[in-house]
């Protein structure tokens, strides 16, 4: 128990509180219309007129509605008549503790050991909560809850009058059960109604006025809880969250009660790991990257796709990070499965308009996958198994309390599933790949933690044992966080991210060969947050990130290979920026966050630059010059600033509109003249004849919450452009090309749309559905380009797939069952399909139209999954769930594409799906 | 490029194995009336032997037309001092000239003017020198055979290659038959009448292409050609191919490739984006009409090799479904007077076999009983 517990004095509160008030409130009368409400609401509306405080269990009270209302009654007349008819009684005690009970009265003498300063658990408080629950540890869970939630905490230098003016309150928000940090809490208080929520640290610095407050805590997936408080001056209280075990009968509001409505950001997606594994999957193993596509705004081109699309943007406009590392290929198998091993992973957040200016350098969203710190109590593990991957994850404390760690690791072992294909091509190819994390969380002191992560995926396929293609990521970094006092703290973050990706062939020795590509950039950024007032929080930092890149080497293998090694020349670039943001709540009703962010990028030696002639279409034939430049010299610079701003309107309690407005810039790029990314992919750094992507963004929301804020609804609009997009021409070599330039166009795009929400995130039966309305069109009007893409007309991109329908909903039985389903439908994506066939080189061939111009035809697919749960004894070696889920239940043909291909001379179309049935999946999972 | 090939066949082959749950159906386009009716241009000049050119027009999607060719043109090839070659249309939409010999270093133009006034010319062309063919040779898997072509420049100046093959198979009947029914009777076959030995041939329909750019000799070792799966017909007997080799320049190298790659190469997760080919035809009378096709100049070089049954074996037969009906003297009227069978041989002293016309008669199966003259 923290130090100052010790100090919070309950015979204080009794006495200063209690009894001074009791005598002055003992006949307060008691006004109000507490009509339709349920239990939990009359009670709330009661403790809110009074002092009082009431002892329940729930669960007896979950169809229980009040239908009196008063007019200065007191609390026994009200209570007497809203339990008239019902076998409910009460009893108040003389420090106003209220007990409603079923069937029987309690009696309140005060017990002896109230007042005393045991350990909580053992708290007096066990004597007034009943339940009617078996579970020992819910029960100890609800004492030490409610004996908490009663207690007052006192921070600060105690003094007999309190100041005017405001003091900071700090700390972490933690899990009760396993000491890890909670992300996203939101610590407020009603009057006035100011809020903060914690970090990634699970870290918060909240500045409210000095005084008595009711802190209230909600998290996703955690029990909401109050602290009583008088604040003195600044001061520290950590919180600790209870799990939030839906299956069993409380009835707790678990969402982020009014966050999204009192939040300053806007299109912002937040999913935590419970989640994420409701969503039905194929294969059956949780996967981040499909969970975020059932988001409102997030499309992709296809079902084997790594990449995503936010908002109309292209997959590599998306900065995806795990840990704070950038993971250049989120993906394994060609797409099929995301790379984070899900039970490494904590939460998910994506921000699809309202970028925090900390974050830069791609134009359409950043997806920032969290993983958990390891259990700091006791040491644990969990682990899977399903029909293609396996996964075991360790975790525990090194140091208990000061030092934890997780450790996580997944492999397949679809090698066998090519085994018993009949196709002797295959039986000899392999595939392989595997993910490993190790994260290690220190706590130094009280004001310094260190973390260390690291992450490795690899990937492998061989084709008849004389290919190999492989694609690896690699990072690592350390962060060291420093709170300087209780508003002031600032974080350094230093690390190195990687990718690379070879094909080897030894099929025919004379062109063996080895293509190579890789990316490295080492980065380093100090962040800093400041609580400096009620009314202001304020971020700002520095970061830098190096890249060096080495954008194809294509190698001799063997003695006899006659290929001439080729190296494309090194790439190196420094991507620098300062950032400065201020949270400012304005009024009660108006906040406003406004940010900047300056980037540059400095384009770096050594390399060769060419020189074209200006206003020709760049070619081979029109290269003028050749520049040398010497190593480290800045050949190119770009900068510019980019703007976050975000404005919030309180239209009431549980309504809000908000406005953002957003610039962004980036200097990396991927070519892909594919119709989906593939893992061979290449980056590219801006470069004298490459400009920056640029891009901006207006969106407006409104956003509303239904009973008691179980119910959130928002819609969001949003207007979007960017400029020079890369394109291609036609028949362009993006690998192994020394002139890059010379095959690339550059366009813009414009993008649009509607985003419609309604979320429970609570109660038996959660879930979301959403619909999304949007467009993306993009026009090639470069005029030296040499060739226009569709005349130079708006013409849509490949992932531009106008509506989009998400529900994903899952049902909770029991404690032990519970079913999920997942139904997805969006319009076709564009294609481009012949329009003519003509004869040539011996066969048919087909003559294509303008650019996507058709669509392929709907996609619709419903997942179902269900959730079996072993028995819930605490004291078991170890629990253990299966996961039965059909994936495509109906098993429609949805096309990923449609393709034209000869055929002895004839051309033949073909609809090609690659999940053309229902693709039923068990998985076992367990934990000890 | 060589690499970019086995990329895309990589993962067409990694997906479709892994996930054997994907499936293929044919899709039919939806009908459209949008056929620009663009000129379509095919041929190689090729220097030193016959040259071909067919002049065609593009066909809407659906259309059950199987050829669209371009009659009552003027085709020219002329040179850049001035020396012109004219084509004569020997059958419709085909024009040729017996011999055509360009002189080396010289650029050359395909000038075409259509039978609606609108003219049409090619880039100017320079005339690459092919080197010989050095070896063909194959070998057998579990899949079938695979003919390789194997070549080199010692001047390393060819660097891109394109070929084409005649494929050209001995296969027979199910059964020889020694009678044929004429007049209502059974007359023993005239000996030169038979009908059991049958030749067959096939142009390429794909296109072969390879690069040494990028080697350190212009060298091209063991580049597939064609793959003949097993059981099939074409080594029932004996089989042999022609392989045509041309040189490339690098642009017409681009052009097939990318021709290549949008039309046969299609169908897995990485397709790139469909192209609209930019060729080296173009239209004078109006530049806006787009002409289709790629002319390049060469000469040529070939090469056959004959792959007979016996190095193949164990080679199964072909499925075929070839019963031997016994058919007694008063049924000899019914069933080959009707056509439902054709005769085969005596069977016993009065009976007779028979057999499914395509059984007998090799010709009915797509081949011809006329002996290539460079069958041994």
Redesign the interface.
């Given at each position: 128990m923290p130090k100052f517990c010790r100090y919070c004095l309950l015979l204080c509160f009794v006495l200063a509180v209690g009894f001074v008030e009791v005598s002055a409130q003992d006949k307060k009368l008691i006004s109000g219309d507490f009509r339709g409400m349920n239990f939990e609401q009359f009670i709330h509306a009661l403790e809110s007129k009074s002092n009082y405080h009431f002892y329940y269990n729930i669960s007896q009270f979950d169809s229980f509605t009040v239908n009196i209302s008063a007019t200065n009654k007191t609390l026994n007349a009200i209570l007497d008549e809203a339990f008239l008819h019902s076998d409910f009684h009460y009893s108040i005690d003389q420090q106003n503790n209220v007990f409603v009970i079923r069937r029987f009265k309690i009696e309140t003498s005060l017990p002896t050991d109230f007042f005393a300063r045991k350990k909580l658990t053992n708290d007096s408080s066990k004597n007034f909560v009943l339940s009617d629950n078996s579970d020992e540890q819910e029960k100890q869970n609800e004492k030490i809850k409610s004996a908490l939630e009663n207690r007052l905490f006192e921070i600060g230098v105690k003094s007999n009058t309190i100041k005017p003016g405001s003091a900071t309150l700090a700390g972490y928000v933690r899990d009760l059960k396993t000491g890890e940090a909670i992300i996203g809490a939101a610590i407020y208080i009603d009057n006035p109604p100011i809020g903060v929520t914690t970090d990634q640290f699970g870290y918060y610095s909240f500045t409210l006025p000095r005084g008595r407050h009711s802190l209230k805590i909600t998290s996703v997936g955690m029990k909401e809880t109050k602290r009583q408080i008088i604040l003195y001056t600044d001061g520290k209280l950590n919180i600790d969250l209870q799990e939030f075990v839906a299956s069993l009968k409380v009835v707790t509001v678990i969402s982020e009660k009014n966050s999204n409505v009192k939040g300053l950001q806007m299109g912002v997606e937040r999913m935590n790991i419970k989640t994420i594994k409701q969503v039905p999957v194929v294969f059956g193993e949780a996967d981040v990257l499909r969970a975020v596509l059932a988001l409102p705004g997030v499309t992709s081109v296809g079902e084997a796709s790594t990449g995503f699309n936010v908002r109309g943007g292209s997959a590599d406009q998306n900065l995806i990070l795990f840990n704070d590392a950038t993971i250049y290929n989120p993906s394994h198998f060609f797409g099929f499965f995301s790379a984070f091993n899900p039970d490494v992973v904590k939460d998910v957040e994506l921000y699809k308009s309202s970028i925090p200016e900390k974050y830069g350098g791609r134009l359409a969203s950043v997806l920032d996958v969290t993983t958990r710190d390891g259990n700091k109590k006791k040491f644990s593990g969990a682990g899977g198994v399903g029909p293609l991957t396996a996964r075991l994850t360790l975790e525990g404390p090194l140091v208990k309390d000061k030092t934890t760690f997780i450790i996580g690791g997944r492999t397949t072992y679809s090698d066998w599933l090519l085994k018993t294909l009949p196709n002797k091509d295959y039986s000899n190819s392999g595939a392989s790949f595997y993910d490993a994390n190790v994260r290690i969380s220190h706590e130094i002191n009280a004001k310094n933690n260190l973390y260390l992560t690291g992450y490795i995926s690899n990937d492998q396929f061989k084709l008849n044992n004389d290919t190999l293609y492989r694609y690896r990521n690699k990072n690592a970094n350390i962060k060291w966080r420093h709170s300087f006092n209780n508003k002031f703290y600032g974080i350094f973050t230093a690390g190195y991210d990687g990718y690379e990706y070879s094909v080897s062939s030894t099929a025919n020795p004379v062109n063996a060969y080895k293509l190579a590509f890789d990316i490295n950039q080492t980065n380093a950024r100090l962040d800093f947050a400041y609580a400096a007032s009620a009314s202001h929080t304020i971020d700002f930092g520095v970061n830098s990130i190096y890249y060096q890149l080495h954008p194809g080497s294509f190698t001799p293998v063997g003695d006899k290979s006659l290929v001439v090694p080729d190296h494309v020349q090194a790439e190196q670039g420094l991507e620098s920026a300062a950032y400065l943001g201020d949270k400012w709540t304005i009024s009660s009703k108006f906040s406003l966050n406004a940010g900047i962010r300056y980037s540059l990028f400095n384009y770096l030696g050594a390399h060769d630059v060419y020189s074209y002639v200006p206003g020709q279409p760049r070619t081979e034939n029109t290269i003028v010059d050749t520049t040398s430049y010497a190593k480290n010299k800045n050949i190119k610079s770009y900068q510019g600033p980019e703007y976050r701003i975000a404005l919030r309107y309180s239209i009431s309690d549980n309504a809000s509109l908000k406005l953002s407005y957003n610039t962004l810039r980036q200097y990396i790029h991927l070519l892909s003249n594919t119709t989906t990314i593939s893992p061979t992919d290449i980056w590219k750094l801006s470069d004298p004849n490459i400009k920056p992507q640029t891009g901006e963004q207006y969106s407006l929301g409104y956003y509303q919450n239904f009973k008691s804020n179980t119910i959130e609804t928002s819609i969001e609009v949003y207007y979007k452009t960017m400029l020079n997009y890369l394109d291609y021409k036609s028949g362009a070599t993006l690998i192994m090309n020394h002139h890059i330039e010379t095959d690339v166009l550059t366009t813009r795009g414009k993008a649009y749309g509607v985003e419609v929400m309604i979320k429970k995130l609570s109660g038996k039966l959660n879930g979301w559905v959403s619909y999304t309305y949007s467009r993306t069109l993009l026009q090639q009007d470069d005029p030296i380009a040499g060739e226009t893409i569709n005349k130079g007309d708006y013409y849509p991109a490949n992932f531009d797939k106008p509506h989009n329908v998400n529900f994903i909903g899952n049902y909770k039985i029991n404690h032990r069952f519970s079913i999920s389903l997942n139904l997805v439908y969006s319009t076709g994506r564009p294609i481009t399909l012949p329009i003519a066939i003509y004869d040539l080189g011996g066969s048919q061939r087909v003559y294509y139209s303008d650019r996507n111009q058709y669509r392929i035809p709907d996609y619709f697919r419903t997942d179902l999954s269900m959730n079996i749960e072993g028995n819930h004894k605490i004291k078991k070696l170890k629990h253990s769930s299966w996961t039965i889920g059909v994936y495509n239940l109906t098993a429609r043909k949805n096309p990923y594409s449609i393709y034209f291909t000869e055929e002895n001379g004839v051309i033949k179309g073909y609809k090609l799906s690659i999940f053309g049935t229902a693709i039923p999946s068990i998985t076992y999972n367990f934990k000890f | 490029?060589?690499?970019?090939f086995?990329?895309y066949?990589?993962?067409i082959?990694?997906?479709s194995?892994?996930?054997?749950?994907?499936?293929?159906?044919?899709?039919?386009?939806?009908q459209?009336n949008?056929?620009?009716n663009?000129l379509?241009v095919?041929g190689v000049l090729t220097s030193g032997d016959s040259t071909k050119i067919?002049l065609?027009?593009?066909?809407?999607?659906n259309?059950s037309v199987l050829?669209s060719p371009e009659g009552g043109a003027t085709v020219v090839v002329i040179g850049e001092g001035s020396d012109s070659y004219p084509l004569s249309e020997e059958e419709i939409g085909t024009y040729s000239i017996g011999l055509l010999s360009l002189n080396a270093g010289e650029k050359y133009k395909l000038d075409i003017t259509t039978s609606d006034g609108k003219h049409y010319e090619s880039d100017q062309i320079i005339t690459k020198q092919t080197p010989p063919i050095d070896s063909l040779n194959w070998t057998i898997n579990?899949?079938g055979v695979q003919v390789f072509v194997n070549t080199h420049d010692q001047s390393n100046g060819t660097l891109y290659y394109r070929w084409?093959y005649e494929e050209t198979w001995e296969y027979h009947a199910a059964f020889d038959s020694y009678y044929t029914y004429t007049g209502g009777m059974l007359v023993p076959r005239n000996p030169n009448d038979h009908v059991y030995t049958c030749w067959h041939d096939r142009?390429?329909?794909?296109?072969v292409l390879a690069s040494?750019a990028?080697?350190?000799?212009d060298?091209i070792?063991?580049n597939p050609v064609v793959f003949i799966p097993k059981g099939s017909e074409k080594i029932s007997v004996e089989y042999s191919v022609l392989v045509k080799q041309y040189a490339l320049t690098k642009e017409a190298y681009?052009?097939?490739?990318?021709?290549k790659?949008?039309?046969?190469?299609?169908?897995g997760?990485?397709?790139?984006?469909?192209?609209?080919?930019?060729g080296n035809i173009h239209c004078t009378t109006n530049p806006d009409e787009k002409a289709?096709?790629y002319i390049a100049a060469s000469s040529i070089t070939k090469q056959r090799i004959f792959i007979k049954y016996l190095e193949v074996e164990p080679w199964p037969p072909p499925p075929q479904d070839c019963p031997e009906v016994i058919v007694p003297p008063d049924s000899v009227d019914y069933y080959f007077g009707k056509h439902l069978l054709s005769p085969v041989a005596n069977h016993g002293l009065t009976d007779f076999s028979g057999s499914f016309a395509s059984c007998v008669d090799c010709t009915l199966n797509g081949g011809t009983l006329v002996k290539p003259s460079f069958w041994p």
């Open positions: - | 490029m060589r690499f970019r086995s990329l066949k990589i993962l082959v990694a997906i194995s892994v996930f054997a749950f994907g499936c293929k159906e044919v899709y039919t386009p939806p459209s949008t056929n620009p663009y379509v095919d067919k065609s027009r593009t066909r809407n999607l259309d050829n579990d899949n084409q142009s390429s329909t794909e296109l040494s990028g080697l350190s000799a060298v070792y063991r681009e052009y097939w490739e990318s021709l790659k949008s039309t046969e190469l299609t169908g997760l990485f397709d790139p984006l469909p192209a609209q080919l930019i289709l096709g």
